[in-house]
């Protein structure tokens, strides 16, 4: 049914040469003509009566369209899989001939692949660990912010607005003296210091009185999100209606009792017990960093465009979706999908190069996730979230959140693996280096 040549371009890229034979053609332009004749409406003839010849002379043209579509999918989809080739990405198709009865079709399409590595230096890499040390004033810092995160809003008898204060406002943005789609709101609320609005705009409320009024004058920034707006200056009308101040709550056994501790000693010991797990999980995250890093750079290879477009949009799905959780989005903090690729392309490049390493060395050291590994896993997940087993091992019967598991688990275990052969140091965490600098430079002076 037809040839198939398949030319290397790059250790990514590959492009296949097909040749189908006419037969096929033919058989493919009958297919589209009987689909036409289901609808054709030609005077003198009723629909699906009208004779092959008389489509001809009227479809002709619409008949080869519609039949390259079907010949290109089924033929591309059949050469891939009797040529083992793994498309990472949508093939392309670079070249396509005329589609004519009697004779043969050809194209050409090119499809991107995972690059086949040797995974070479992943043994004995020499890595740096911080020490452990926890610092007590994060106890009293997260009591604090406790304390912040239940502040009450209360209207203050303060004649004039100041940096901390939320003020109510109506306002109405206007460049060259017209108003712009979506820059007007009534009783919005704005919490002066937060930074959260467009730069220089909530300083010049400090100082301001309920009911009054003034003309404030911005910039837009020159990557903002909107681009009719980027970079140009604006003046905003503004009116401040009411100004409200923070009524932050004590730290006290009160406060411990509304966040679910019996006094005050017993949620310090909380805070003190999470902040150790949090600090440790940290200080591994960075150990974890810098294993990839040294993976990554002791294996250069070129990964495909269409791998990193992938990774680029699962990330920007989970970024956004922690932002909606805060009532945010990307324009507000004046990105948009291609500031955003720009900004995130490194890291979506290191985590493919990472996922690829990873596996490659599990293939050469044969590591694999066991049953009973799995099964684990699943009791953790049971205890930890206090749901029953049967529940959890339910969920992953769906395959697709199975392999999920699986890969983490590989991951883990492959990660464990090179740290075990790994030559890890112990150093001094920065921060306290910091400090020892700074106080020997007191001393001196």
């Known amino acids: 049914m037809m040839n198939v040549t398949v030319e290397v371009l790059s250790p990514i890229k590959k492009k296949l040469i097909l040749e189908l034979t006419a037969d096929a053609v033919a058989a493919e332009i009958e297919n589209a003509y009987k689909k036409i004749a289901k609808t054709a409406d030609i005077k003198g003839f009723r629909k699906g009566k009208i004779p092959r010849k008389v489509l001809e002379q009227h479809y002709a043209p619409r008949a080869q369209y519609d039949a390259a579509g079907p010949l290109i999918n089924n033929s591309l989809y059949k050469a891939l899989l009797e040529h083992k080739i793994e498309p990472v990405s949508q093939p392309e198709i670079v070249h396509s001939g005329e589609i004519e009865e009697g004779k043969t079709f050809s194209y050409e399409a ?72 979506n820059g007007a709101a009534k009783d919005f609320e704005l919490s002066l210091g937060s930074n959260s609005f467009i730069p220089g705009f909530e300083a010049q409320l400090v100082g301001m009185k309920r009911e009054e009024e003034k003309e404030v004058t911005v910039t837009f920034p020159d990557g903002y999100g909107s681009k009719d707006l980027a970079g140009k200056p604006a003046v905003f009308k503004v009116l401040v209606k009411e100004i409200k101040e923070k009524n932050i709550p004590k730290i006290d056994d009160d406060l411990a009792k509304e966040l679910d501790a019996a006094n005050l000693d017993e949620l310090k010991e909380r805070i003190k017990e999470n902040s150790i ?169």
């Open 277 to 445: 797990v949090q600090e440790k999980q940290r200080i591994d995250g960075q150990l974890q960093e810098q294993l990839m890093s040294a993976l990554i750079d002791n294996n250069p290879f070129e990964i495909p465009e269409g791998m990193i477009e992938n990774q680029l949009h699962h990330l920007k799905d989970s970024f956004t979706q922690k932002l909606k959780a805060q009532g945010m989005t990307l324009e507000m903090l004046g990105m948009n999908d291609e500031t955003f690729s720009k900004t995130y392309r490194e890291m979506a490049v290191a985590q493919v190069k990472g996922e690829l390493l990873l596996d490659t060395i599990a293939a050469q050291e044969k590591i694999i996730v066991e049953e009973p590994l799995i099964e684990h896993k699943m009791q953790s997940f049971a205890d930890d979230s206090d749901i029953p087993l049967e529940q959890v091992q339910k969920y992953f019967e769906n395959e697709q959140a199975l392999d999920g598991l699986k890969g983490q688990l590989l991951q883990e275990k492959i990660s464990k693996f090179l740290l075990d052969q790994a030559v890890v140091t112990e150093v001094e965490p920065k921060q306290a280096e910091l400090d020892d600098t700074v106080d020997s430079e007191k001393e001196e002076s």
């Open 110 to 181: 090119e499809v991107e692949v995972r690059p086949e590595i040797i995974a070479k230096d992943y043994t004995k890499l020499k890595l740096e660990k911080e020490k452990f040390s926890f610092d007590e004033s994060v106890v009293e810092q997260q009591l604090e912010q406790m304390a912040n995160s239940r502040v009450q809003l209360e209207v203050t008898s303060r004649k004039k607005a100041r940096d901390g204060d939320t003020v109510i406002i109506d306002f109405e943005g206007f460049i060259d003296d017209t108003a712009f789609e």
